[in-house]
Protein backbone atom coordinates (compact mmCIF):
# COMPACT_ATOMS: atom_id res chain seq x y z
CA UNK A 1 0.00 0.00 0.00
CA UNK A 2 2.76 2.03 1.00
CA UNK A 3 4.22 2.23 -2.31
CA UNK A 4 0.64 2.09 -4.47
CA UNK A 5 0.99 6.10 -2.15
CA UNK A 6 4.50 6.43 -2.98
CA UNK A 7 3.90 6.06 -6.57
CA UNK A 8 0.41 8.21 -6.96
CA UNK A 9 2.34 11.26 -5.14
CA UNK A 10 5.06 11.23 -8.06
CA UNK A 11 2.56 10.59 -10.51
CA UNK A 12 0.50 13.83 -8.98
CA UNK A 13 3.22 16.04 -9.32
CA UNK A 14 4.47 18.15 -12.69
CA UNK A 15 7.64 15.64 -13.09
CA UNK A 16 5.33 12.90 -13.36
CA UNK A 17 7.50 11.36 -15.96
CA UNK A 18 10.33 10.92 -13.91
CA UNK A 19 8.83 8.66 -11.36
CA UNK A 20 8.43 6.28 -14.37
CA UNK A 21 12.08 5.70 -14.13
CA UNK A 22 12.11 4.57 -10.98
CA UNK A 23 8.75 2.21 -11.55
CA UNK A 24 9.79 0.26 -14.61
CA UNK A 25 11.44 0.80 -17.94
CA UNK A 26 9.59 -0.45 -20.55
CA UNK A 27 9.75 0.45 -24.09
CA UNK A 28 6.72 2.71 -23.88
CA UNK A 29 3.93 2.65 -21.41
CA UNK A 30 0.21 3.33 -21.36
CA UNK A 31 -1.58 5.96 -18.97
CA UNK A 32 -5.37 6.80 -19.16
CA UNK A 33 -5.28 5.58 -22.09
CA UNK A 34 -2.74 7.16 -24.75
CA UNK A 35 1.30 6.66 -24.96
CA UNK A 36 3.06 8.91 -22.64
CA UNK A 37 5.61 11.21 -25.08
CA UNK A 38 9.10 10.98 -24.05
CA UNK A 39 9.77 14.68 -24.69
CA UNK A 40 7.65 16.92 -23.06
CA UNK A 41 5.35 18.42 -25.20
CA UNK A 42 5.88 22.40 -24.73
CA UNK A 43 3.18 25.06 -25.77
CA UNK A 44 3.65 28.48 -25.95
CA UNK A 45 0.28 30.73 -25.39
CA UNK A 46 -0.04 34.00 -26.25
CA UNK A 47 -3.27 35.78 -24.98
CA UNK A 48 -3.47 38.96 -23.60
CA UNK A 49 -6.16 38.68 -21.20
CA UNK A 50 -4.82 37.33 -17.65
CA UNK A 51 -7.94 35.13 -16.29
CA UNK A 52 -8.02 33.75 -19.84
CA UNK A 53 -4.57 33.07 -19.71
CA UNK A 54 -4.26 31.48 -16.36
CA UNK A 55 -7.55 29.11 -16.50
CA UNK A 56 -5.61 27.92 -20.35
CA UNK A 57 -2.01 27.45 -19.04
CA UNK A 58 -3.50 25.59 -15.53
CA UNK A 59 -5.52 23.07 -17.96
CA UNK A 60 -3.05 22.71 -20.42
CA UNK A 61 -0.43 21.99 -17.33
CA UNK A 62 -2.93 19.54 -15.58
CA UNK A 63 -3.17 17.38 -19.39
CA UNK A 64 0.46 17.27 -18.91
CA UNK A 65 2.15 19.55 -21.12
CA UNK A 66 4.55 22.33 -20.55
CA UNK A 67 3.05 25.85 -20.87
CA UNK A 68 4.95 29.04 -21.36
CA UNK A 69 2.82 31.99 -21.29
CA UNK A 70 3.57 35.22 -23.36
CA UNK A 71 1.23 38.63 -23.08
CA UNK A 72 1.57 40.69 -25.47
CA UNK A 73 3.08 40.20 -29.40
CA UNK A 74 6.45 41.57 -29.00
CA UNK A 75 7.36 39.30 -26.24
CA UNK A 76 6.32 36.86 -28.16
CA UNK A 77 8.23 36.86 -31.30
CA UNK A 78 10.90 37.34 -29.26
CA UNK A 79 10.54 33.84 -27.38
CA UNK A 80 9.75 32.15 -31.25
CA UNK A 81 13.29 33.43 -32.47
CA UNK A 82 15.19 31.69 -29.26
CA UNK A 83 12.67 28.95 -28.10
CA UNK A 84 11.35 25.51 -29.90
CA UNK A 85 7.71 24.72 -28.82
CA UNK A 86 5.64 21.60 -30.16
CA UNK A 87 2.57 24.27 -30.59
CA UNK A 88 1.68 27.44 -30.45
CA UNK A 89 -1.76 28.82 -29.49
CA UNK A 90 -2.04 32.31 -30.37
CA UNK A 91 -4.82 34.79 -29.65
CA UNK A 92 -4.58 37.67 -32.66
CA UNK A 93 -6.12 40.86 -30.63
CA UNK A 94 -2.67 41.07 -28.67
CA UNK A 95 -0.56 44.57 -27.72
CA UNK A 96 2.18 45.96 -29.26
CA UNK A 97 1.94 43.54 -32.04
CA UNK A 98 -0.97 41.86 -33.22
CA UNK A 99 -0.92 37.75 -33.98
CA UNK A 100 -1.16 37.97 -37.39
CA UNK A 101 1.97 39.36 -37.45
CA UNK A 102 3.21 37.37 -35.26
CA UNK A 103 2.28 34.27 -37.45
CA UNK A 104 3.50 36.20 -40.56
CA UNK A 105 6.80 36.46 -39.07
CA UNK A 106 7.06 32.83 -38.14
CA UNK A 107 6.39 31.36 -41.26
CA UNK A 108 8.73 33.95 -42.86
CA UNK A 109 11.56 32.43 -40.89
CA UNK A 110 10.39 28.98 -42.60
CA UNK A 111 9.17 27.92 -39.01
CA UNK A 112 7.08 24.90 -39.20
CA UNK A 113 5.70 24.68 -35.78
CA UNK A 114 2.05 24.18 -35.79
CA UNK A 115 -0.38 27.26 -34.59
CA UNK A 116 -3.75 27.12 -33.18
CA UNK A 117 -5.04 30.73 -33.86
CA UNK A 118 -8.05 31.75 -31.14
CA UNK A 119 -10.52 34.34 -32.59
CA UNK A 120 -13.67 36.22 -31.64
CA UNK A 121 -16.68 34.29 -32.11
CA UNK A 122 -17.91 34.72 -35.84
CA UNK A 123 -14.59 36.58 -36.96
CA UNK A 124 -14.78 35.15 -40.18
CA UNK A 125 -12.78 37.40 -41.45
CA UNK A 126 -9.48 37.16 -39.16
CA UNK A 127 -9.99 32.54 -39.28
CA UNK A 128 -9.55 33.52 -43.37
CA UNK A 129 -6.54 35.67 -43.08
CA UNK A 130 -5.03 33.62 -40.26
CA UNK A 131 -5.22 29.63 -42.44
CA UNK A 132 -3.92 32.02 -45.26
CA UNK A 133 -1.16 33.20 -43.43
CA UNK A 134 -0.05 29.55 -42.43
CA UNK A 135 -2.42 28.87 -39.07
CA UNK A 136 -3.00 25.06 -38.87
CA UNK A 137 -6.03 25.58 -37.00
CA UNK A 138 -8.50 28.19 -35.08
CA UNK A 139 -10.95 28.01 -32.01
CA UNK A 140 -13.73 30.84 -31.69
CA UNK A 141 -14.58 32.06 -28.39
CA UNK A 142 -15.92 30.73 -25.93
CA UNK A 143 -14.77 27.75 -26.63
CA UNK A 144 -14.42 24.45 -23.94
CA UNK A 145 -10.97 23.65 -22.51
CA UNK A 146 -11.64 19.67 -23.62
CA UNK A 147 -11.55 20.76 -27.34
CA UNK A 148 -8.49 23.13 -26.96
CA UNK A 149 -6.92 20.05 -25.42
CA UNK A 150 -7.85 17.88 -28.27
CA UNK A 151 -7.38 20.02 -30.88
CA UNK A 152 -3.69 20.53 -29.24
CA UNK A 153 -2.84 17.08 -28.94
CA UNK A 154 -4.07 16.36 -32.66
CA UNK A 155 -1.94 19.11 -34.49
CA UNK A 156 0.81 18.02 -32.15
CA UNK A 157 0.55 14.48 -33.26
CA UNK A 158 0.06 15.43 -37.22
CA UNK A 159 3.71 17.10 -36.84
CA UNK A 160 5.03 14.14 -35.43
CA UNK A 161 3.52 11.96 -38.13
CA UNK A 162 5.76 14.01 -40.85
CA UNK A 163 8.73 13.06 -38.33
CA UNK A 164 8.41 9.96 -37.95
CA UNK A 165 10.94 7.90 -40.14
CA UNK A 166 13.82 6.20 -38.99
CA UNK A 167 16.70 8.28 -38.42
CA UNK A 168 20.31 7.02 -38.13
CA UNK A 169 23.95 8.03 -36.43
CA UNK A 170 26.16 4.99 -37.79
CA UNK A 171 24.96 2.12 -36.12
CA UNK A 172 22.41 3.67 -33.72
CA UNK A 173 18.65 3.68 -35.28
CA UNK A 174 15.83 5.86 -33.91
CA UNK A 175 12.22 3.98 -34.82
CA UNK A 176 10.33 7.33 -35.14
CA UNK A 177 7.08 5.37 -35.09
CA UNK A 178 8.19 3.22 -31.67
CA UNK A 179 10.31 6.19 -30.21
CA UNK A 180 12.93 3.08 -29.51
CA UNK A 181 16.87 2.62 -30.42
CA UNK A 182 18.22 -0.05 -31.90
CA UNK A 183 22.05 -0.40 -31.47
CA UNK A 184 23.97 -2.63 -34.10
CA UNK A 185 20.24 -4.36 -34.52
CA UNK A 186 19.59 -4.78 -31.16
CA UNK A 187 16.98 -3.14 -28.98
CA UNK A 188 18.99 -0.73 -26.84
CA UNK A 189 17.43 -0.86 -23.04
CA UNK A 190 16.87 2.65 -21.96
CA UNK A 191 14.84 4.84 -19.33
CA UNK A 192 12.54 7.15 -20.62
CA UNK A 193 14.61 9.95 -19.91
CA UNK A 194 17.67 8.43 -21.65
CA UNK A 195 15.24 7.47 -24.43
CA UNK A 196 14.49 11.10 -24.42
CA UNK A 197 17.71 13.06 -24.34
CA UNK A 198 19.03 10.38 -27.03
CA UNK A 199 15.90 11.67 -29.19
CA UNK A 200 16.60 14.90 -28.67
CA UNK A 201 20.27 14.23 -29.49
CA UNK A 202 19.84 12.25 -32.75
CA UNK A 203 17.68 14.38 -34.49
CA UNK A 204 19.71 17.54 -34.07
CA UNK A 205 21.57 15.79 -37.50
CA UNK A 206 25.01 16.74 -35.82
CA UNK A 207 24.69 19.71 -34.54
CA UNK A 208 25.42 20.26 -30.85
CA UNK A 209 23.06 21.46 -27.97
CA UNK A 210 24.27 23.42 -25.01
CA UNK A 211 22.88 22.05 -21.58
CA UNK A 212 20.23 24.70 -21.15
CA UNK A 213 18.51 24.25 -24.28
CA UNK A 214 18.63 20.13 -23.63
CA UNK A 215 17.00 20.69 -20.15
CA UNK A 216 14.00 22.83 -21.59
CA UNK A 217 13.27 20.42 -24.11
CA UNK A 218 13.16 17.52 -21.97
CA UNK A 219 11.50 19.74 -18.85
CA UNK A 220 9.98 22.84 -20.31
CA UNK A 221 11.20 26.44 -19.12
CA UNK A 222 9.50 27.01 -15.66
CA UNK A 223 10.14 23.74 -14.29
CA UNK A 224 12.45 23.38 -11.25
CA UNK A 225 15.11 20.53 -12.34
CA UNK A 226 17.88 19.55 -10.16
CA UNK A 227 21.33 21.20 -12.56
CA UNK A 228 22.98 17.92 -12.85
CA UNK A 229 20.45 15.63 -13.91
CA UNK A 230 21.19 16.17 -18.33
CA UNK A 231 24.99 15.39 -16.55
CA UNK A 232 23.88 11.99 -15.41
CA UNK A 233 21.49 10.85 -18.39
CA UNK A 234 24.73 11.77 -20.58
CA UNK A 235 26.68 9.72 -17.99
CA UNK A 236 24.33 6.80 -18.34
CA UNK A 237 24.34 6.67 -22.12
CA UNK A 238 28.07 7.24 -22.52
CA UNK A 239 28.00 3.94 -20.48
CA UNK A 240 25.26 2.01 -23.07
CA UNK A 241 26.70 3.35 -26.13
CA UNK A 242 30.43 1.94 -24.76
CA UNK A 243 32.09 -0.10 -27.50
CA UNK A 244 30.19 1.03 -30.52
CA UNK A 245 30.67 3.36 -32.89
CA UNK A 246 28.18 5.81 -31.73
CA UNK A 247 29.63 8.60 -28.89
CA UNK A 248 28.03 11.27 -27.50
CA UNK A 249 30.98 14.41 -27.52
CA UNK A 250 31.40 17.25 -25.54
CA UNK A 251 31.91 20.33 -27.35
CA UNK A 252 33.54 23.11 -24.87
CA UNK A 253 31.59 26.08 -25.35
CA UNK A 254 28.82 24.25 -27.26
CA UNK A 255 27.62 21.60 -25.61
CA UNK A 256 26.78 18.14 -26.24
CA UNK A 257 26.88 16.32 -29.88
CA UNK A 258 26.05 12.48 -31.23
CA UNK A 259 28.41 11.30 -33.68
CA UNK A 260 29.18 8.36 -35.34
CA UNK A 261 33.23 7.32 -34.88
CA UNK A 262 35.84 7.51 -37.23
CA UNK A 263 37.13 4.33 -37.81
CA UNK A 264 40.68 6.21 -39.06
CA UNK A 265 43.87 5.26 -37.29
CA UNK A 266 44.82 8.15 -34.44
CA UNK A 267 47.53 10.04 -36.35
CA UNK A 268 51.32 9.24 -35.46
Known amino acids: MGFVVFAWRMLSCRNFQIAFDFVSNPI ?3 FFGSWISLVVMRILLVEDNPSLAKS ?9 FAVDC ?16 SLVI ?17 RARRNRVPVLILTAHGSLEDRVKGLNLGAD ?9 DELEARARALIRRAQHHESAD ?10 VERSFRLDGELLALTKRERAVLEILILRGGR ?26 VHRLRKKLEGSRVAIVTLRGLGYLLEEKSDAPPAV
Open 167 to 176: VACGPLVFDG
Open 90 to 106: LDLGLPRLDGLEILRRL
Open 70 to 85: MHDGEAADHVLRTQEY
Open 137 to 145: DYLSKPFEL
Open 28 to 30: RTP
Open 208 to 233: AINKEALSEKLFGIEESVNPDAIEIY
Open 56 to 64: LSEALTQAN
